[in-house]
Nanobody, 124 residues
Framework: DVQLQASGGGLVQAGGSLRLSCAAS????????IGWFRQAPGKEREGVSC????????YYTDSVKGRFTISSDNAKNTVYLQMNSLKPEDTAVYYCAADWGFRVVACREGMHYWGKGTLVTVSS
């Protein structure tokens, strides 16, 4: 089974940085995407960013472009989300997820496999 473990959340002041990690295991297919989603209290889940395992293609939602960077370390089967210039509106539970292949619609709307979330709180 595919397993995803997110970590790295915490409390940070506005303008600060955090790096989230998603440790992935159990893939039986070579072409997959790992994404980061977030859900703030009272809001719908939002696709933040995702990356392709095959060619490194990436997706970012508009509100994080230029501030967040997704990357992968295939040797460690880990995907990172470097979050800089954090804003209070970035406060949410962040989840990593995975799906077969890289599809922007999945990056935006949701993926097949989910890990537990990690809380990011940005204070003003």
């Amino acid at each position: 089974d595919v397993q995803l473990q997110a970590s790295g959340g915490g409390l940070v002041q506005a303008g600060g940085s955090l790096r989230l990690s998603c440790a992935a295991s159990g893939f039986t297919f070579d072409d997959y995407a790992i994404g980061w989603f977030r859900q703030a209290p009272g809001k719908e889940r939002e696709g933040v960013s995702c990356i392709s395992s095959s060619d490194g293609s990436t997706y970012y939602t508009d509100s994080v472009k230029g501030r967040f960077t997704i990357s992968s370390d295939n040797a460690k089967n880990t995907v990172y989300l470097q979050m800089n210039s954090l804003k209070p509106e970035d406060t949410a539970v962040y989840y990593c997820a995975a799906d077969w292949g890289f599809r922007v619609v999945a990056c935006r709307e949701g993926m097949h496999y989910w890990g537990k979330g990690t809380l990011v709180t940005v204070s003003s």
